[in-house]
């Protein structure tokens, strides 16, 4: 057991530069809780459930998850080995390394099949030629009992109506753009 600081305090030694890295970073600890909570629920997680969550980025809910799981039962896997390096530093500074999470931007560490996938506000950040690569790697890792849970962002009256990628941050894309991906890999497509 640790004696370092809850994920749901505020730490001192944790980088404001990881938090902006996600979101306003007043905001950080209040949103990692409250969906953190709400992917345990809809999962009904377990701490001895495997869990990969597909576009970890800095653990804006990971480090939660990797708390509340039993070692090693968490999977993170990212894009970006600059976010990896900065989610393998908050696990360090909230004493969780004991916890053995898998942190990764190599895909073929990801060499199993999970029953719980969480991609939590990752495919606003795709390219559209590149979305259908990204929604076959989550089905392929995505046991045939499993459920991934996915968010986007669908609110496209506030944003241009081309629904072209923009720049990072995010895009902003009709349900229906997702849900032809998703039926493309024969996934079922759930709101």
Request: net charge negative; with cysteine.
């Amino acid at each position: 057991m640790s004696t370092g600081n809850s994920c749901s305090q505020l730490h001192d030694n944790t980088s404001e530069k990881r938090k902006a890295m996600v979101c306003e970073p007043r905001h950080f600890h209040t949103a990692r809780q409250h969906v953190t909570e709400y992917a345990k629920q809809k999962f009904d997680l377990k701490p001895d459930d495997d869990i990969l969550d597909f576009g970890c980025g800095v653990l804006r809910i990971g480090l939660p998850l990797i708390e509340y799981l039993d070692s090693k039962r968490f999977y993170g896997y990212d894009v970006s080995e600059d976010r990896i390096a900065e989610a393998r530093k908050e696990v360090d500074d909230y004493n969780l390394g004991y916890k053995m999470p898998t942190l990764t931007s190599d895909w073929s560490q990801i060499n199993k099949q999970f029953k719980h996938i969480w991609s939590y506000q990752v495919l606003i950040h795709v390219p559209d030629d590149e979305l259908f690569k990204v929604i076959d790697r989550i089905k392929q890792a995505l046991a045939d009992d499993g459920v991934a849970l996915v968010s986007v962002n669908t609110d496209t009256k506030q944003f241009p109506k081309d629904l072209r990628w923009r720049e990072y941050p995010f895009v902003v894309r009709p349900l229906d753009f997702y849900k032809e991906d998703f039926d493309r890999v024969n996934l079922d497509f759930e709101m």
